[in-house]
C-alpha cells in the first residue's frame, strides 16, 4: 500500500510539471514515465535536464510511425531497436553517479535483449548489475600496474593505432568515429579485442549502430 501511495505521489509532482509543458498530453506522458523505476521519477523530479530527455523520448515514441497502432509497453520495448536500448539503459545507469556509466552500459549491452529489457524495467535488479559490472571493472582496475601518465597517453596511441587499422578494414567509412568510441573502454577490454577477431567484429558493429543511431537523431533535431 505504502509503494502504491509512493507511485500516486510521485504520479501528481510529475504531472505538475509535465502540465506547462504539454497539456493535452499531460495524463499519457505521465503514465508513460511513471513506468520508469520510482528512483528514476523521483530524480526527474529534481532535474530539470533529465525531465526534458525522458519527455522527448516519450514524445518521440508516441509520435513514431511504428505507434499508429496501439500496442501494449511489452510489445513497444521488444521491438526497440538495440540503440534506443543503449541509450535507455546509459540514462538509468548513469542515475547511480559509478563514474563508470559508458563502460557499465556497454557490459550489460553483452546480454541478450530480452534480459536488457528486463534491466529497464527493474529497478533491483539494474542495481544490482550495475554494483557486480563496477566490482568487476575495479577488480580489473586493480589488477593493472600503475604507471605514469605519459606511459598511459603512450599505451592509448599504440592501441590506437593498431585497433583503427584493424577497423579501417572492417569500416573505412567510419573508422575514424568507430575508433574513437571503441577507444572509450579500459585497455584490458581493448587488448582482448584486438587478438578476437569475432569480439573486435562486434564491437564495431555495436558501435557503428550507435553511431547511426546519433546521426539520425541529429538530422531529426535539426
Known amino acids: 500500500m505504502e509503494n502504491d501511495e509512493d507511485l500516486e505521489t510521485l504520479g501528481e509532482k510529475l504531472y505538475d510539471l509535465i502540465h506547462p509543458r504539454y497539456a493535452e498530453m499531460t495524463p499519457k506522458l505521465t503514465g508513460m514515465l511513471l513506468e520508469l523505476p520510482a528512483s528514476v521519477v523521483s530524480q526527474m523530479l ?97 589488477d593493472v600496474t600503475d604507471v605514469s601518465d605519459s606511459s598511459d597517453r603512450e599505451d592509448v596511441e599504440a592501441i590506437g593505432e593498431t585497433l583503427f587499422s584493424f577497423v579501417h578494414q572492417l569500416d573505412p567509412a567510419h573508422c575514424a568515429d568507430i575508433t574513437g568510441m571503441l577507444l572509450e573502454m579500459d585497455s584490458g577490454t581493448l587488448q582482448q579485442i584486438l587478438s578476437d577477431r569475432s569480439m573486435l567484429e562486434v564491437a564495431v558493429q555495436r558501435a557503428k549502430s550507435a553511431l547511426e543511431g546519433a546521426l539520425k537523431h541529429t538530422a531529426m533535431a535539426e
Not at 499508429?68 to 538509468?92: C, F, I, K, V
Request: aromatic content about 2%; some cysteine.
Open 46 to 142: 529534481c532535474d530539470e535536464a533529465l525531465l526534458s530527455k525522458a519527455l522527448e523520448r516519450a514524445l518521440t515514441a508516441l509520435t513514431s510511425p511504428n505507434n499508429s497502432e496501439p500496442a501494449s509497453h511489452t510489445d513497444d520495448a521488444a521491438s526497440a531497436s538495440s540503440d534506443s536500448l543503449g541509450e535507455q539503459l546509459y540514462d538509468l545507469i548513469q542515475l547511480y553517479n559509478t563514474g563508470q556509466t559508458q563502460k557499465i552500459t556497454g557490459m550489460l549491452l553483452e546480454q541478450k535483449k530480452e534480459a536488457v529489457l528486463q534491466l529497464l524495467s527493474d529497478q533491483t535488479l539494474l542495481e544490482e548489475q550495475v554494483k557486480m559490472a563496477l566490482k568487476t571493472l575495479q577488480e580489473q582496475g586493480d
